[in-house]
Structure formats: C-alpha cells, structure tokens
C-alpha cells in the first residue's frame, strides 16, 4: 500500500511540475505581470487557477460519495475550522512574498531543475522560513 | 491565444494531479504541505511526500523532452528580495497553513471559507506588494 501510495504521489507530482512548466506559473516575470493589476495586466495566469480548480472540483465531487480513498484509511481534509488571525496574517506574509519575486512554491520547488542560482536560494530561503515557524510554533505552545 | 490555452492545459493537468492524490491517497495537493511535511523528523507518511517532489522536480524534465526546451524562468529581483521573499513565503505558508496550491486549488474546489479567505488576502497583498515595486517609486 505504501509503495502505492508513492507511486500515486509520483504520478501527482509529474503531472503537477509538468503542468506548472506548460501553464507559464514557473516564470516570475509572467506571475508578477499577473499580479500587477495596474500596469500592463496580464490576465493569461487567471486560466490556470480556473482550469486547476474546475477540475480539482470534479474531484471533490467524485469523493463527496466515497466513504474512503481508494490507497489510504480515511480522507486527510481539513473541516470547519474557524478563520483565524494566523491564516489571514500568514496569508498576507506569503503573498508579500510572492509579489516581491513572482514564485510561491510549487513553480520555485519545479524550478530547482533548471539549476538557476536565485531560484535554489529563493528555496533555501523557504525552507529556512518553514523551519523557522516550527520552532517559534514549538515556543510558542509551550 | 496560445498562452491562454497553454495555461488552461497547464491548470487542468493540475487540477488532475490535485484529484488523483485526494481520489487515490485521500490526500490534499498542497505543495507547502507537503515540502513542509517532507522534512525531518521523517514519519510513517513520509515518503509519498518525497515521492511527489520528485516527481514535481521531473515535471519540467519532462516538458523539455516534449518540447525541446525548458520552461522559461524569468527572475530580475534583487538578491536581498529573493531571500526576503522566500523567507517570506515559507514563513507565512506555514503560519497561513496553505499556499497558492492548498489553499487555492483545493481549497477553493471544495468552498471551503478558510481558503476562500487565505486566497483573497494573499492575492490582495501580492498585488499591493507588486503595485508598490512597480508604481510606488520604491
């Protein structure tokens, strides 16, 4: 089953990266075009977060009559919790971050292939800021 | 027209690899989740976690081998933006518990008011952030 489920997440994360290089996510310039709204806009991105959600939705849709995945015990989906100041402050750091240099993590993690140095630091920087979230969540429940 | 229907291939591939993981492993395809989730300690659901970056790493490879050529990658930021935006970002997709993936593919597929709300906040101070860079003399 675990090697099922691995190949399961091999498959999901060719066809992610290889949709992600095909879509234009994986270049900056094109995301921060996107995202400057009072400049020269560049709507083209907009289609990719509407063809990703349609379709992730059919998949919601399929499951919503499954009493389980297929690979694994039960669904690991996130239910009714509550709109904190965490989500929309941490919501509102990442999308700082996003638009001081055009990548959020799937296209910067999918750009570690071409070897480009700004785009392995801007991941070493991300990872550094993950861990440093464990460790101020970990002082901070003490 | 190319680069609308580029992108809304792209985007469908991706909403497919979102359904795929949550049919077959029941599991939510968000990329911060599953980085984060992929570092030590490693645990017992660990390594489909590995299993899908290296398949996410293989995306482009397999572009090229379609297309003759790798996917363009465009960065001019400053090398002080750069660190300061991953740090950023890997900070606030923690502390916001999803990311553009998580939060809005998924999250926004099944409705959920959480994501519904991360999505609008982080879309409106990427823009603000971009609007600032561009037009705000900084």
Same mark, same amino acid.
């Given at each position: 089953?675990?090697?099922?489920?691995?190949?399961?997440?091999?498959?999901?994360?060719?066809?992610?990266?290889?949709?992600?290089?095909?879509?234009?996510?994986?270049?900056? @310039? /094109?995301?921060?075009?996107?995202?400057?709204?009072?400049?020269?806009?560049?709507?083209?991105?907009?289609?990719?977060?509407?063809?990703?959600?349609?379709?992730? @939705?059919?998949?919601? $849709?399929?499951?919503?009559?499954? /009493?389980?995945? $297929?690979?694994?015990?039960?669904?690991?989906?996130?239910?009714?919790?509550?709109?904190?100041?965490?989500?929309?402050?941490?919501?509102?750091?990442?999308?700082?971050?996003?638009?001081?240099?055009?990548?959020?993590?799937?296209?910067?993690?999918? +750009?570690?292939?071409?070897?480009?140095?700004?785009?392995? +630091?801007?991941?070493?920087?991300? $990872? $550094?800021?993950?861990?440093?979230?464990?460790?101020?969540?970990?002082?901070?429940?003490? | 027209?190319?680069?609308?229907? *580029?992108?809304?291939?792209?985007?469908?591939?991706?909403?497919? *690899?979102?359904?795929?993981?949550?049919?077959?492993?029941?599991?939510?395809?968000?990329? *911060?989740?599953?980085?984060?989730?992929?570092?030590?300690?490693?645990?017992?659901?660990?390594?489909?976690?590995? &299993?899908?970056? &290296?398949?996410?790493?293989?995306?482009?490879?397999?572009?090229?081998?379609?297309?003759?050529?790798?996917?363009?990658?465009?960065?001019?930021?400053?090398?002080?933006?750069?660190?300061?935006?991953?740090?950023?970002?890997?900070?606030?997709?923690?502390?916001?518990?999803?990311?553009? *993936?998580?939060?809005?593919?998924?999250?926004? &597929?099944?409705?959920?008011?959480?994501?519904?709300?991360?999505?609008?906040?982080?879309?409106?101070?990427?823009?603000?952030?971009?609007?600032?860079?561009?037009?705000?003399?900084?």
């Amino acid at each position: 089953m675990e090697t099922l489920r691995s190949s399961v997440g091999l498959l999901a994360g060719l066809l992610f990266g290889f949709g992600l290089a095909l879509s234009g996510m994986m270049d900056p @310039a /094109r995301v921060l075009g996107f995202l400057d709204v009072a400049g020269a806009w560049d709507p083209s991105l907009a289609f990719v977060l509407g063809g990703a959600v349609g379709v992730s @939705a059919l998949g919601y $849709v399929a499951v919503s009559r499954m /009493r389980k995945p $297929v690979l694994a015990q039960r669904f690991e989906i996130p239910h009714n919790r509550p709109i904190t100041a965490s989500l929309i402050g941490g919501g509102a750091l990442f999308g700082i971050g996003w638009g001081l240099v055009g990548l959020c993590p799937g296209p910067a993690l999918a +750009g570690l292939t071409l070897g480009l140095p700004q785009v392995i +630091g801007f991941v070493a920087a991300m $990872v $550094v800021g993950m861990l440093l979230h464990r460790v101020t969540a970990a002082a901070s429940s003490k | 027209m190319t680069v609308y229907l *580029s992108a809304l291939a792209g985007g469908v591939l991706i909403g497919t *690899s979102a359904a795929l993981l949550l049919i077959l492993n029941g599991r939510i395809a968000g990329i *911060s989740g599953i980085a984060a989730g992929a570092m030590l300690p490693l645990s017992r659901d660990t390594p489909w976690r590995w &299993a899908f970056l &290296a398949g996410l790493l293989l995306g482009p490879v397999l572009y090229c081998l379609a297309f003759g050529a790798w996917p363009v990658v465009q960065l001019d930021a400053p090398w002080i933006l750069v660190v300061l935006g991953g740090l950023l970002v890997g900070y606030g997709t923690r502390l916001g518990g999803g990311c553009t *993936s998580g939060h809005g593919v998924c999250g926004l &597929a099944r409705l959920s008011p959480r994501s519904i709300a991360a999505v609008a906040t982080f879309m409106a101070t990427a823009a603000a952030t971009v609007f600032l860079v561009r037009h705000g003399g900084w």
